[in-house]
């Protein structure tokens, strides 16, 4: 399988790699029978986590914890300065935040965590030194994942989550759709994006698949099992990613995506209309997620 590319940070940019995603879940099992045998990802035997799924090299990039109640993410920082750096600033501007319990970073297999809200309250975890593993992966299904690749986040306060993420944490906006915006923290087009709501959450987890071909295999794949396709087969004019999103367990949604764009180191931040050519260009709509509803929510 691809491995995930490591890149180096620019000197404004102390956000490594999204690292990993914790969903809270009610009865584990199912979720647990999805990871492997939908997503295509692989079990993690373990004592701390039962319920731990590997998509690439590293340790780990989903997570079912038992004893969560509400989802996260964890972005890897650079190094110990710029962690008290962002812990600091956090304080500062306002943002609730706490460094993580020696537990807490081994039940995350990190040294270090911040453990923050944004001003919408959605959790990210900011860790340093992520465990990897030193055995290659090996996924449940021939699903052609190649790793964890973006989130997409629910965001009631815009302004103050962008200066989290852009102030604070060093993130680049590559492109906005009406008041959607895209945030790269690497050299591809995004990690996150953020979306309008009323609440706080995911969107979707989305993992990167080699080809198109493997993406429209995925496609007919959940069709066959009558997992519901909620949006797509599609494409992003923005950042030319081609997706196909469906739903999972317990109200979560998952996404495979093929084709994100490297960012230009002289990109500008674009503007697209708020319409629905302009969240997907092959003129797939979304019934059932309201942020990708031009003019829901927006």
């Not at 501007?93 to 001003?119: H, M, N, P, S």
Request: charged share 25%; net charge negative.
């Amino acid at each position: 399988m691809t491995s995930v590319k490591q890149w180096t940070t620019s000197p404004r940019c102390p956000l490594i790699q999204l690292c990993y995603v914790r969903l809270a879940v009610q009865i584990p099992q199912p979720a647990a029978a999805f990871a492997t045998e939908v997503l295509g990802l692989q079990h993690v035997p373990n004592d701390l986590e039962p319920f731990l799924y590997r998509s690439d090299e590293r340790y780990y990039s989903l997570c079912f914890p038992r004893d969560a109640d509400r989802p996260s993410i964890g972005i890897e920082i650079s190094d110990e300065q710029e962690f008290d750096r962002i812990a600091q600033d956090l304080a500062s501007g306002g943002f609730r935040g706490r460094e993580a319990t020696k537990d807490e970073c081994a039940q995350r297999f990190v040294r270090r965590a911040l453990i923050v809200e944004d001003a919408t309250g959605n959790e990210i975890d900011l860790v340093l030194r992520p465990a990897r593993s030193g055995r290659r992966y090996f996924p449940s299904r021939d699903a052609g994942v190649t790793g964890l690749q973006g989130v997409g986040l629910r965001s009631r306060a815009i302004k103050d989550d962008l200066k989290l993420w852009t102030t604070i944490l060093g993130a680049r906006i590559t492109d906005r759709v009406g008041e959607i915006t895209y945030l790269g923290i690497d050299q591809m087009h995004h990690r996150v994006a953020l979306y309008p709501s009323d609440r706080a959450g995911l969107v979707y987890v989305s993992y990167g698949v080699e080809s198109l071909d493997a993406l429209m295999q995925n496609h007919y794949f959940a069709e066959e099992r009558q997992i519901r396709i909620l949006h797509g087969p599609g494409r992003e004019p923005a950042s030319g990613q081609m997706f196909v999103r469906f739903a999972g367990p317990e109200g979560y949604v998952f996404s495979y995506g093929h084709g994100l764009r490297d960012i230009e180191p002289t990109h500008r931040p674009r503007q697209f209309t708020l319409e629905a050519s302009s969240l997907c260009e092959w003129g797939s709509q979304c019934a059932d997620i309201v942020e990708l509803q031009p003019g829901a929510g927006h």
